[in-house]
């Protein structure tokens, strides 16, 4: 079980970079701490699979150091981290059956067979395996063939952090919500270090205690499902996180109030010095924009019925701004006003949260 | 073991090629010298066997012939092999699997056993010491390789590909050469080195179709190597140049193979 | 799902191969056949003799000697050629440039045309003239293959393993190249020995393409002549007869052609019934072939 | 241009991929084929595009019997889950191939090709071949070649599943404007019900092999016309409940009970299922006259603007999905609140009651 420390990461696929853009992972200083259930969220191409292979050891970061509970790992090969993974495409010795499967990790390290035995059950329950144990691995489906690749990293006892490498990908979009709901159950039950790689939000927010949003090899914030839905740092989080994303307005700041074309705009996180020759936006997510009798004149483009709610997407001008209203609401034809609820509105300066 | 794993390949290579020297090495010997005792390094060194072969056209004909009836059995067979690997690949048909292994027996005939039936076979038919004769022999084993690797190969190519072909109006045909074929060169090339490499190597059914005309270098070299059996260097020689078509082909498909390829179904 | 469609147009692109290789090898099996079953006395007058010829070639003791040295060299080269063949694909580097200059050199012996195989092992293990049969003998190993029987043998063997290990390596390799980087990784992960990685990863992963070795090595040693022909000519005395050179013997020697046409069809039902059990041994377990 | 199936089925050896279906899809519109994996959607597009032949009925297009027409006869074109483009063809070539079959004239080409590049946001890319394109530009070119031939019938065979979470939002936005007034019947399929509420029209909902209800999709999401549909048209997964129903109220066994008002009072008694959707099960009670269930949290999954708490009570697991953040304990017992007459109620044989 262990504390992961980032200090001072840096990596490039190049031999000798020059640029910030041929670095795969720019400047990360970042604490994992032990048992926590993290999640790395990104686009493609954001180097969150980079950073995975860095701590798993798979591959050494050109700078900086990776730590386990305060110990240098940098050079430390895959099997001397204790660390599990989970891939992308079920990776299972197919000649074997479930059972020599989830005991091969600890056969490999000498483990009497008595405690093999008696520690593969105890997964295979926790996994509902426990009948599939005498078949053969190669027989199972894709979501079984993930339930053992994450057994062979649960029966170790000494695992530092179990990895998942976009695990639900081949999985029928119908199973994605069991083994999902599996994962985080099992989370709760044994309090293991697991890092989750992803670009879907919905996975990642509902498994992660503690989120790692990165975008272009930079960690851009580290925060829960509520402070990254709430108080995005930048307005790239805003814009990742949530479906539809955070309307990101250009407004101008004058003596500390911000105007939206015009408009008065009361934020939450007003400026304390003056935001002069930076470009200035507010970001208010759509739940928290109102239909009301004042406020910023808007003609409805288009509204679209998701079901337990519905998305308008009304225009001001040339920016878009959405709301949801509920299913059954009113939504006026013409000479519309919305509103933004002053305490969930925030102020951002050259894409960062105003602090 | 990844350290000194690279001495394995090595120590084998060093093995294959010391036979290799030995041949090339003695093609530059004079017969005297090869029947005089070892020598490492050709003492006399000549070129004497080279000039010979260059000179005497029954033995530069054999090298012509052989690479003539090599090159149509090799074109014939994948150009014979293509439809039918899509075919397995692509269709399920009566019997397709039965049919399958059939073709895999016909690896199975000896040559030995069948050298007099197709003596007569191809005597009767008027095709005896041509060309054309060695070529269709060979393709009793190359078509059925061909077919093999061909079709592991275009199992690689997804399906919807074809299914876009004909949405976007291609007709069979002309989906089949200016869209299918190009995206399996690497498996077509893979196929050719096979069956170029097994036409050139036979000498078998090639000295039984032939006489005078079509007489592959592999026959010219057994009549030389039985009858006196003093010109070694000559047989050195001749060896020594059968050698250079093989090496020409594989240098321009080495990739393909260093690629992998996923023989299909067996 | 089967994505494969129910499609009888198949058959029209498969007849091409089929009119080839038909008229290639069931014509030929067919005057073989023939022959098999009838009696003549030169000018071409035929008796029907029935089964007689096959009676007499399986109960005469020179097949069953051939045909059990031809057992012995089939299994001794088999059992050679496959696992040195993987160790040295599983030897060689998986990427770099050095890959397919050692596919280049390792293809060399499969491009020599065979009596050119059998002449240069002629004469390179010759004891006075030949590099090998010298060196051996200058090391105080009496060996001259042209005589003994063991050293005849010991020649061959290492005359076929020379020539055809490397297509067992190229046919290796390719089956390992297609294992996914992750399974490696998982591998290293759960600690695996290299030989646990070997027995579970690389050797599943092979076995289809160690199919087409296995099958491919076999059906061409069982039916070998011309380099035995070359090298030994059967001898010294019929040490080295394989069943093809004896059938050669038999058919072209004293030219009756009945027993030797009768020996073919034994020859090559052998062949079909041992092909078949290789086939469905290793491809048994995954069902359909 | 309407496209009409008539009793059309395909039966491949022995097994019946599509059971007899009549269908008439409304031109300019989406129709959408919605169900999990393996129930048929790919099939029918093969089936509608001519790729095979129905083992009996017929097809219609704009009123002529197409059945027997081949697929290149019939304009349609179609996009693959996979993004299949020419893998040796230049993105330009790759757009203009439907064309080049079609003989058009190589300047008509040129610009027709060049004004799809621009509307798809391709131009850069033309010169290049699609293996070096992200996933999203590939499947860009492979809908600029769909939509270059102007067809009759454009099919797409679920184009957005592997795509990026936010990609697969920005295309979903896009779609709909790059069909604007276009004379044509789209044809969609998707897993994701979202996707299809989105996407609104028309929508199929599929089962292995049948088309359980046809009909404008915000119609099929709130009177599914049974369990099937109601089960395929909801994710989170609906909960489907076994009720009895007796002298005047459904009780679930050993669970809550509750009145039966409204068109279910004159239901005679006997066994029900209710299907009542996630998002209508809420652990805070809204004042309304509402039923109150109590039962024991199995998991809670916060994303930051909803929580989702599987419970269990009555022997059945529930799930609630309702905005805001509920952390619930696991394992300890929590109530929650639903409106009776928002359930879906459906009798023995899985039909809805009022349907």
Not at chain 3, 164 to 171: D, K
């Amino acid at each position: 079980m262990a504390r992961i420390t980032l200090d001072n990461l840096r990596h490039s696929y190049m031999a000798n970079p020059k640029g910030p853009a041929d670095y795969a992972l720019k400047q990360l200083d970042v604490t994992w701490e032990d048992g926590g259930a993290y999640a790395l969220l990104g686009p493609s191409g954001c180097g969150k699979t980079t950073l995975l292979n860095i701590i798993s050891g798979l591959l050494r970061p050109s700078e900086g150091r990776v730590l386990f509970d305060g110990d240098d790992v940098t050079d430390e090969p895959p099997v001397a981290r204790n660390i599990a993974q989970v891939f992308q495409f079920p990776v299972v010795y197919d000649t074997m059956t479930v059972y020599d499967n989830l005991a091969f990790p600890l056969r490999n390290r000498g483990i009497p067979e008595r405690d093999v035995k008696a520690r593969v059950e105890v997964i295979a329950a926790m996994t509902d395996l426990t009948e599939m144990l005498p078949k053969r691995a190669a027989g199972l489906t894709a979501d079984g063939k993930q339930k053992i690749s994450l057994g062979r990293g649960l029966v170790r006892e000494d695992v530092n952090v179990i990895m998942f490498d976009e695990p639900l990908t081949v999985i029928d979009p119908h199973l994605k919500w069991q083994l999902r709901s599996k994962l985080k159950e099992l989370h709760t039950r044994i309090q293991r270090t697991m890092i989750y790689v992803t670009h879907d939000q919905t996975e990642a927010l509902t498994f992660a205690d503690r989120v790692v949003v990165m975008h272009d090899g930079y960690v851009v914030q580290i925060g829960t499902p509520v402070e990254l839905f709430e108080r995005p740092h930048h307005t790239f989080v805003g814009h990742f996180i949530g479906s539809p994303g955070m309307n990101v307005l250009a407004c101008q700041v004058e003596n500390g109030k911000a105007f939206f074309d015009g408009h008065p705009v009361t934020v939450d996180n007003p400026p304390a010095g003056s935001l002069q020759g930076k470009q200035t936006e507010i970001g208010i997510r759509p739940q928290f924009v109102r239909f009301g009798d004042d406020g910023i004149p808007v003609e409805i483009a288009k509204v679209s019925d998701a079901g337990r709610y519905r998305i308008v997407d009304a225009r001001h001008g040339q920016s878009r701004i959405n709301l949801l209203v509920a299913e059954d609401a009113d939504i006026p034809a013409s000479g519309a006003r919305v509103s933004f609820d002053a305490a969930q509105t925030r102020l951002y300066a050259d894409g960062w949260l105003v602090e | 073991m990844r350290r000194f794993g690279w001495l394995v390949p090595t120590l084998y290579i060093l093995f294959l090629l010391l036979p290799i020297y030995w041949l090339v090495s003695m093609s530059f010997k004079t017969t005297n010298e090869i029947l005089g005792g070892l020598t490492l390094w050709p003492q006399d060194f000549t070129l004497e066997n080279y000039r010979k072969i260059f000179t005497d056209p029954t033995w530069y004909n054999g090298y012509i012939n052989s690479i003539i009836y090599v090159t149509i059995n090799t074109v014939l067979s994948v150009t014979v092999a293509l439809p039918a690997a899509y075919a397995f690949s692509r269709y399920r048909f009566i019997g397709d699997k039965h049919l399958f292994f059939w073709l895999l027996t016909n690896r199975m005939a000896p040559a030995a056993v069948f050298a007099l039936p197709f003596f007569q076979l191809y005597s009767a038919i008027g095709l005896f010491d041509t060309h054309i004769a060695v070529a269709l022999a060979h393709c009793l084993f190359n078509v059925p390789l061909a077919v093999w690797i061909l079709e592991g190969f275009m199992s690689g190519v997804p399906k919807e590909l074809d299914e876009t072909a004909y949405v976007d109006g291609y007709g069979f045909w002309r989906f089949f050469g200016k869209i299918f074929i190009p995206t399996i060169v690497a498996g077509i090339g893979v196929t050719a080195f096979f069956c170029f490499m097994f036409s050139w190597v036979e000498l078998l059914l090639a000295k039984t179709l032939t006489s005078v005309e079509a007489k592959p270098i592999a026959a010219t070299m057994t009549r030389t190597a039985s009858t006196s059996g003093y010109e070694l260097g000559l047989l050195a020689a001749a060896g020594t140049l059968t050698l250079i078509p093989g090496a020409v082909v594989i240098y321009f498909v080495r990739n393909y193979i260093a690629k992998g390829f996923a023989l299909g179904r067996v | 799902m089967d994505t494969k469609i129910e499609n009888q147009k198949g058959w029209l692109f498969v007849l091409p191969v089929l009119i080839l290789v038909a008229f290639n090898a069931i014509i030929p099996l067919m005057t073989v056949v023939n022959y098999s079953v009838q009696e003549t006395f030169g000018d071409n007058l035929f008796f029907f003799e029935g089964l007689k010829w096959f009676q007499q070639v399986l109960a005469s003791e020179r097949f069953h000697h051939a045909l059990g040295r031809q057992l012995l060299f089939t299994f001794i080269i088999l059992a050679i050629e496959i696992p040195l063949g993987v160790a040295i694909a599983l030897a060689m580097p998986r990427k770099g440039g050095w890959v397919s200059v050692c596919l280049v050199l390792m293809a060399l012996p499969l491009l020599i045309p065979w009596n050119v195989v059998g002449a240069m092992w002629n004469i390179f293990a010759l004891p006075e003239i030949g590099l090998l049969g010298k060196t051996l003998n200058e090391m105080g190993i009496d060996y001259n293959y042209t005589r003994e029987p063991f050293a005849a043998w010991i020649t061959l063997i290492a005359m076929d393993v020379w020539h055809w290990t490397s297509l067992v390596v190229l046919l290796a390799y390719a089956g390992l190249s297609s294992i996914p980087d992750a399974y490696y990784q998982a591998a290293k992960i759960d600690g695996a020995s290299s030989w646990a990685v070997f027995r579970y990863i690389q050797l599943p992963k092979m076995r289809h393409v160690l199919t087409i070795a296995v099958l491919l090595r076999f059906m061409d040693s069982f039916n070998i002549y011309t380099e035995p022909s070359v090298l030994t000519g059967g001898g010294p005395g019929n040490a080295t007869t394989l069943l093809s050179i004896d059938l050669v013997k038999v058919a072209l020697g004293q030219f009756d052609l009945g027993p030797a046409a009768a020996m073919s069809i034994i020859y090559f039902l052998i062949i079909l019934l041992l092909s078949w059990i290789f086939y469905t041994v290793m491809t048994g377990k995954r069902g359909e072939p | 241009m309407t496209l009409e199936l008539r009793n059309v089925s395909l039966r491949v050896g022995g097994e019946t991929h599509i059971y007899p279906t009549t269908v008439t899809l409304v031109e300019g519109e989406f129709n959408i084929l919605l169900g999990t994996t393996l129930a048929g959607k790919t099939t029918l597009m093969q089936l509608m595009a001519g790729l095979r032949y129905p083992t009996s009925g017929e097809i219609w297009f704009n009123g002529g019997n197409v059945t027997q027409v081949s697929v290149q006869k019939r304009n349609v074109s179609m996009v693959y889950q996979q993004f299949i483009n020419y893998p040796n063809l230049s993105v330009f070539e790759n757009i203009a191939s439907p064309l080049r079959v079609a003989r058009i004239a190589r300047r008509e080409i040129r610009n027709r090709v060049e004004r799809m590049a621009e509307l798809l946001q391709l131009t850069p890319m033309l010169g290049r071949r699609p293996s070096e394109l992200s996933g999203g530009q590939q499947q860009r070119t492979a809908l600029a070649r769909a939509l270059v031939k102007d067809a009759d019938l454009i099919l797409l065979d679920e184009p957005l599943v592997n795509l990026d979470y936010k990609l697969r939002e920005e295309l979903r936005d896009e779609l709909p404007r790059l069909f604007e007034g276009r004379r044509c019947t789209v044809v969609y399929s998707t897993t994701e019900p979202g996707e299809a509420l989105l996407l609104g029209g028309h929508t199929a909902a599929m089962h292995e092999g049948r088309i359980t209800q046809f009909g404008p999709t915000a119609q099929i999401y709130r009177a599914p016309a049974d369990l099937i549909t109601a089960k395929v048209f909801s994710d989170p997964p609906i909960n489907a409940v076994p009720v009895t129903k007796s002298n005047g109220a459904f009780r679930v066994e050993e669970g809550v009970s509750w009145p039966a008002n409204g068109k279910a009072a004159a239901l005679e008694d006997g066994p029900y299922v209710v299907g009542i959707r996630p998002h209508l099960i809420s652990p805070v009670g809204d004042g309304r006259e509402q039923v109150r269930i109590d039962g024991q949290v199995l998991i809670t999954e916060l994303s930051g603007s909803e929580s989702v708490v599987h419970f269990e009570h009555g022997g059945h697991v529930w799930i609630s999905q309702s905005h805001g953040i509920h952390a619930l304990k696991v394992g300890e017992t929590a109530s929650f609140h639903f409106d009776a007459d928002q359930c879906l109620y459906f009798d023995a044989s899985g039909r809805r009651i009022g349907s």
